[in-house]
């Protein structure tokens, strides 16, 4: 399956067709996190890929505007037929951002942050530069709102936006608000 989802990736562009030999882990990381080294991309694949391909099947989803998919493989016709989508984690029910102050939403993010980062929650302040204060590397942002995204219900942000505009708690909190998240 790995090995049909590289081959449809090459025939799109998106990774180099043909890849002299490279192992199918490779591969992904070639067309994933061409920048980072073979045995940190396995340890992220290892502790988040299940993240990367909830976060892919959603935006996919979306993309196309329902809630199945065409199946990799079509019917004998030719047709690809759909499937459903496979079981991802729910985020729990919430009430809109609008019923939740901002402070609180801070407090919250702060709380995921400290989690996923293994620092103290007090640490994140809304002004805490994350990268710059924190050490928090552009790979382990992106990580890091992605997550963030899943759990708040955001729409998936344009491809132009880059993790370092949010480099702050309340940069979060006021992305969240503005895209009219859940909390």
């Known amino acids: 399956m790995l090995r049909q989802a590289l081959d449809r990736l ?10 002299g030999g490279l192992s199918p882990a490779d ?4 067309a994933l996190l061409s920048d980072v ?3 940190d991309f396995e340890a992220f694949w290892n502790g988040r890929g299940v993240d990367v391909r909830a976060f892919a099947r959603e935006a996919y989803l979306t993309y196309l505007g329902a809630k199945e998919e065409p199946s990799v493989n079509g019917s004998a016709n030719g047709a690809a037929q759909p499937v459903a989508a ?4 729910a985020a729990p029910v919430a009430a809109p951002v609008a019923a939740v102050d ?6 919250q993010l702060a709380d995921i942050y400290a989690e996923a980062l293994e620092y103290p929650a007090e640490v994140f302040e809304e002004g805490t ?11 382990k942002q992106t990580e890091l709102l992605v997550r963030v995204g899943n759990r ?4 998936p942000r344009p491809s132009d936006v880059r993790p370092a505009a949010f480099n702050t708690l309340g940069k979060i909190a006021d992305l969240i608000i503005a895209s009219g998240g859940s909390v």
Do not use: N
Not at 10 to 19: E, I, Y
Not at 86 to 89: C, E, G, I, N
Not at 132 to 138: N, P, Q, T
């Open 86 to 89: 496979a079981a991802v984690p």
């Open 37 to 39: 080294p073979a045995e």
């Open 152 to 155: 708040y219900e955001l729409p």
């Open 129 to 139: 530069d994350l990268e710059a204060e924190l050490g928090v590397d552009s790979v």
């Open 10 to 19: 090459a025939s799109v562009g998106a990774v180099p067709a043909g890849s």
């Open 102 to 107: 901002r402070d609180t939403l801070v407090r």
């Open 27 to 30: 591969q992904l990381r070639a």
